[in-house]
């Protein structure tokens, strides 16, 4: 905890913080041996967004104040700490993530830690016609798992991977609901849905207006869910349970 704590200072102390980092003053060592500290480098750190998902052994006695203490500064809105029964999730968007899971590895050592990197599909309003963007999001964090037969587990990755060609009417029905980010991220079987929204608005006023006047939105839903099913827990016939924020009931 004591390294991820410095490591936040640095990166505080150089700007810019969830998006990118330059300008920050480094020592810079000459052929000749001497150090320089008035020079200074410009790296380019890109801010990554990532899942990380705690399954708690027990989750009566689970006690979320680690993950607040390493999380506090680096992320945009207290509520990407989510719960649903057992499993925790921290959504991040920072340039080195890996710091963090290693800090709440080292936290929760009886527990199950789940990394979700690299989202496999990613929409953004650049591809709408109205590309202006919200100042403040708001994430909607949701899993489900895949079945399990490989074949049709690669049906759905193949699917996404060309729906902006083949199925573009989908990404218009999330521009016409106005969302800001859609990212699918996927660990094992596992799917990890993050949806950003305007701050303020919600989920299920904004949802239908996918499929408003755009009837291939409902096929492709329709399809998809020949590939999904809920995770272990999930009610008989549910497949996408939602996370909510840690800190309501």
């Known amino acids: 905890m004591r390294q991820l704590r410095k490591y936040l200072l640095f990166v505080t102390a150089c700007s810019a913080f969830f998006i990118s980092i330059s300008g920050c003053d480094f020592p810079v060592k000459h052929k000749a041996g001497r150090t320089d500290t008035m020079a200074t480098t410009k790296p380019h750190l890109i801010a990554r967004p990532v899942v990380i998902e705690v ?12 993950i607040y203490d390493m999380t506090k500064g680096i992320l945009n809105d207290v509520d990407d700490i989510r719960k649903w029964k057992n499993h925790v999730t921290i959504y991040l968007h920072i340039p ?27 929409f953004n309003r650049k591809m709408c016609a109205d590309t202006i963007s919200s100042k403040q999001w708001e994430n909607i964090v949701m899993t489900a798992n895949l079945v399990s037969d ?12 060309t729906q902006f060609k083949n199925w573009p009417e989908v990404a218009k029905g999330f521009c016409n609901a106005n969302f800001q980010q859609l990212l699918v991220f996927k ?15 919600s989920l299920d006023k904004l949802n239908p207006k996918t499929a408003e006047n755009n009837p291939r939105v409902d096929e492709w839903n329709r399809l998809m869910k020949k590939y999904q099913e809920g995770i272990p827990g999930t009610k008989s016939g549910a497949v996408w349970i939602e996370f909510k924020p840690f800190h309501t009931n």
């Not at 936290?107 to 690299?118: F, G, L």
């Not at 596992?190 to 305007?198: F, G, K, N, W, Y």
């Open 187 to 201: 660990n094992g079987r596992q799917l990890m849905l993050v949806i950003s929204i305007p701050k303020g608005e």
């Open 150 to 161: 490989p074949k049709l587990q690669q049906e759905y990755l193949s699917y996404h991977a």
């Open 55 to 66: 399954i708690a052994h027990d989750r009566a006695n689970f006690d979320p104040d680690p």
């Open 96 to 122: 080195n993530p890996e710091d963090a899971l290693k800090e709440i590895k080292k936290a929760y050592p009886e527990d199950s830690i789940k990394y979700y990197e690299k989202p496999f599909y990613s």
